[in-house]
């Protein structure tokens, strides 16, 4: 059984990765913990990852595709994908990849929140000056107002987090995502579950789509 996660920032797509692969028993396939895992291992992948990374530059298509076969190769549980691929290209790496193996995708399940509901989200988040923990306002405020629970420094609205930010955050998804969306609507695999809802009652749908399946 192999899923991928797709959803906007701001979607809960992390946390609902991170409970699904629980409930079913997968393998939760972040790119970024596996870059971390790389790096940390100082591998001759880990190596290349980091010049781009460094570099403040995007790891290219193929780099991302060779660094998570040689990961999920090892790995027998199911694969539940979290944030990959991101373009149309990675797809088709990945499709291949499954193809070589004589395995498949599953299924592709979006995530879907009105996009009014993304900014304002996405527009609640505050981060410590001090210690850097997150909070969001709407859904998990701190005690006190606008001070950090953890060590009482004040809360600030990171640069990225703003509204103007927000907005391009959202087009630039979108620009990415559309094509992708396409690519796999027209697969026959493609689901999408209300990401407006709590995230335990999205979590319960999803996981009800795969009841006895992982
Ligand atoms: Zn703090």
């Not at 599953?106 to 988040?125: K, M, Q, S, T």
Request: charged residues 25%.
């Amino acid at each position: 059984m192999n899923i991928i996660l797709l959803g906007y920032p701001g979607s809960g797509k992390g946390t609902q990765a991170k409970v699904l692969s629980q409930k079913l028993g997968m393998f939760h396939v972040s790119t970024g913990d596996i870059f971390r895992e790389e790096l940390a291992k100082k591998s001759p992948l880990g190596a290349e990852v980091a010049s781009y990374m460094t570099a403040g530059r995007l790891v290219p298509d193929k780099l991302v595709l060779e660094v998570l076969k040689a990961r999920l190769s090892v790995e027998t549980r199911g694969l539940l994908f979290d944030g990959f691929p991101r373009t149309v290209e990675q797809a088709e790496g990945l499709d291949n990849w499954f193809e070589s193996r004589g395995q498949a995708i599953d299924a592709v399940i979006f995530i879907n929140v009105p996009e009014a509901e993304v900014a304002r989200r996405l527009g609640a988040r505050r981060t410590c000056s001090g210690c850097g923990k997150i909070y969001n306002v709407v859904t998990s405020p701190p005690a006190k107002e606008g001070v950090c629970d953890v060590c009482a420094k004040p809360l600030l609205t990171r640069e990225d987090d703003k509204a103007e930010v927000i907005a391009r955050r959202i087009q630039v998804y979108k620009d990415q995502t559309e094509p992708l969306l396409s690519y796999y609507r027209s697969s026959g695999i493609f689901h999408e579950a209300d990401g407006s809802l709590a995230p335990e009652a999205v979590a319960a749908k999803i996981a009800a789509m795969f009841a006895g399946k992982a």
